[in-house]
């Protein structure tokens, strides 16, 4: 926040847009297993660098597990209301979103002793538009206290600020009120299988140059 913004200023502006409530969407159960896991990695070939789940890896990684992990899934039923017949587990998944708690310490404050952050994860919309399954993502980790949502400028996310977008996919985040970020992160990745990069001399470092928009994986 600038010197000016007034805590009230801030509410205001950032306040969240009307949640998409036509947009149903439930907690992942363990019946969505083999779903979540087709549809990861269906839609994670699209990019250069990417993870190819095992059902294990999706279990260990996507199925909520107390306030660490909140994964959220709409199947080919979901558009219905969750206490009729037709609402069911186990549908084919057709969307998904999933964010992680991240804790940061408040120093010299006595009222607030730390700031509750959700990070973006895997998301995926195939039935409805992306900008509106990260407007879902926003009310629901809203809904379950946290105080600020960071998500990184890969996949779908598109630009957060003034980076241009992947081809063909659309500015998903500009109109969601988020701030470009000032660190860098950096991916190590060792004994991983790229695309091939060409003949290149002995003596020279192989660097894979790639846009964000290419990369189809997020470490925590």
Do not use: C
Not at 82 to 92: E, K
Not at 138 to 155: K, Q, R, W, Y
Not at 191 to 207: D, E, F, K
């Amino acid at each position: 926040m600038g010197n000016r913004m007034t805590i009230s200023r801030a509410q205001r502006l950032y306040k969240l847009p009307a949640d998409p409530l036509a947009l149903a969407m439930r907690p992942m159960e363990p019946a969505d297993l083999d779903g979540v896991l087709s549809l990861l990695n269906t839609h994670l070939q699209s990019y250069q660098v990417h993870p190819i789940f095992s059902r294990d890896e999706v279990a260990h990684n996507f199925l909520p597990k107390g306030d660490n992990i909140y994964t959220y899934v709409k199947t080919d039923q979901s558009m219905f209301h969750r206490h009729t017949v037709n609402f069911a587990l186990g549908g084919a998944v057709t969307d998904m979103l999933s964010f992680y708690r991240l804790e940061s310490s408040v120093i010299n404050n006595p009222k607030v002793s730390t700031v509750k952050a959700a990070y973006s994860f895997y998301n995926i919309a195939t039935t409805v538009p992306f900008k509106q399954l990260m407007e879902k993502a926003l009310h629901l980790a809203s809904a379950e206290g946290f105080d600020v949502f960071n998500a990184l400028n890969l996949m779908d996310n598109g630009p957060i600020l003034e980076v241009s977008p992947r081809r063909g996919r659309p500015h998903a985040l500009q109109d969601l009120k988020f701030d470009e970020g000032h660190g860098n992160l950096h991916y190590y990745l060792y004994n991983w299988r790229i695309p091939s990069v060409g003949p290149t001399p002995l003596s020279t470092v192989i660097r894979l140059q790639l846009n964000p928009s290419d990369i189809g994986l997020v470490l925590f």
